[in-house]
């Protein structure tokens, strides 16, 4: 299954609603996640389910999506969400990810 | 609180074989899958391969069949084998829990909650 997100990189400030989306090539049930991965660090799980926010994630962090359309939506970004987003699909081996989303600072 | 340590060799020849470990402390070692990735320089994140409790391997056909994952549930370790590795290899491999569900009377994959710090392979001659 290939994951398609777009935009590939999004400049965006301080307070910016913002949205990332994720288009799979097959219809998959609620088996994708959202990592964030900052330079030199590990990911970060962000949202599993499509919807479900992990603990300790902040709430302006929210996923959505059914089918082959997946969003992540962050409502008011904060300084440190500059970094790079993934989404990841579990509904059918082999496990993939999305090419990645680049969020910078404008 | 849950934290997965890595340790290998970080810089190897063409031909020879990568070879990870990942220790597991402060969880429950058997209630969970056990999956590799990796990040190759420039490019997303690529899944290596899973390990289930059994010892049960899935991995990416795109690496064929130079994967090999072990499970040492006696210390809570389990490692990653890759084989005649190529300059293709180079990247930062990162070892990740595996939480399951139950889906129908399968046991299936649902996300990776606690991942590794990351190890940099270097493969060249």
């Known amino acids: 299954i290939q994951l398609t997100q777009s935009p590939s990189s999004l400049s965006a400030s301080v307070g910016d609603r913002v949205t990332i989306t994720c288009r799979t090539s097959?219809?998959?049930?609620?088996?994708l996640a959202w990592y964030q991965q900052k330079p030199r660090k590990a990911p970060r799980l962000l949202i599993y389910a499509a919807s479900t926010l992990q603990g300790g994630v902040p709430s302006r962090f929210s996923g959505n999506g059914s089918g082959t359309e997946f969003t992540l939506t962050i409502s008011s970004l904060q300084p440190e969400d500059f970094a790079t987003y993934y989404c990841?699909?579990?509904?059918?081996?082999?496990?993939?990810f999305g090419q990645g989303t680049r969020l910078d600072i404008k | 609180q849950v934290q997965l340590q890595q340790w290998g060799a970080g810089l190897l020849k063409p031909s020879e074989t990568l070879s990870l470990t990942c220790g597991v402390s402060g969880g429950s070692f058997s209630d969970y899958y056990w999956s590799w990735i990796r990040r190759a320089p420039g490019k997303g994140l690529e899944w290596i391969g899973q390990?289930?409790?059994?010892?049960?391997?899935s991995n990416n056909p795109s690496l064929k069949s130079r994967v090999t994952l072990l499970l040492d549930t006696s210390k809570s370790q389990f490692s990653l084998k890759l084989t005649s590795v190529t300059a293709a290899d180079t990247a930062v491999y990162y070892c990740a829990r595996v939480q399951v569900r139950w889906i129908e009377g399968w046991l299936v994959p649902d996300y990776f909650d606690y991942w590794g710090q990351g190890t940099l392979v270097t493969v060249s001659s």
């Open positions: 390990i289930d409790h059994s010892g049960n391997n």
């Open positions: 097959q219809g998959i049930t609620s088996f």
């Open positions: 990841q699909q579990l509904n059918y081996y082999p496990i993939t």
